[in-house]
């Protein structure tokens, strides 16, 4: 078999194959989801605070599965004009569930994330639950969330970032794909 080659050049954010880094929100204020809740700004910060404090993200989960090994974990989490931002990263280790809930945001087959919680402040307006404050236990990558502004915003490689980039790099990169570490010596 012969692997034809081309010259490229790219950046490597970490040489280290189970980080899958993304962004999104994990929900939004001020609409109306399917089940007739509507989260108020201001309902994520006490819940925030306490997550920094005990530095605990809340578990990172596919289709608020409780019973299934979580998918990566949660790196940070904040408030802004929009709702509740998240940051983490998806364990891509080869044969995880972390792994293909990746390549499925990779390909865009999966975008939207939904929340567990508890609810510790509510209060009903005009039919509506308005959520003043929630106790975030778990957020979920699903594939239909309940308030459907929840999204991906965005989703790195290892192959993202500023440094340098060595063959070994390269090799790792290209054996993290998919690729024996025969074939990714004979790329390089």
């Known amino acids: ?27 939004t204020f001020d609409n109306v989801d399917h089940a007739g809740d509507k989260t108020i700004k201001g309902a994520f910060a006490k819940c925030i605070e306490g997550c920094n404090a005990k530095a605990r993200m809340p578990r990172l989960l596919s289709q608020h599965g ?39 945001v990779k390909m865009g087959a999966l975008d939207m994330f939904s929340i567990g919680y508890n609810i510790i402040r509510e209060k009903m307006v005009g039919g509506v639950k308005e959520l003043h404050e ?19 915003q965005s989703v790195k490689s290892a192959i993202d970032s500023g440094d340098d980039v060595t063959t070994r790099m390269v090799q790792k990169a290209l054996q993290s794909v998919g690729l024996s570490k025969r074939q990714a010596a004979s790329a390089v």
């Not at 012969?2 to 994990?26: E, Q, V």
């Not at 929630?134 to 309940?146: G, P, Q, R, Y």
């Open 66 to 104: 409780h019973r299934a090994n979580p998918i990566g974990k949660i790196t940070s989490m904040k408030e802004d004009e929009h709702g509740l931002l998240i940051e983490g990263e998806f364990c891509i280790e080869p044969g995880t569930s972390g792994a293909e809930a990746y390549a499925l």
């Open 134 to 152: 929630l106790d975030v236990k778990e957020v979920s990558l699903v594939t239909f969330a309940c308030n459907e502004n929840s999204l991906i």
């Open 1 to 27: 078999m012969t692997i034809k080659t081309k010259s490229l050049s790219f950046n490597i954010k970490s040489t280290d194959s189970t980080k899958g880094s993304f962004t999104a929100y994990a929900n």
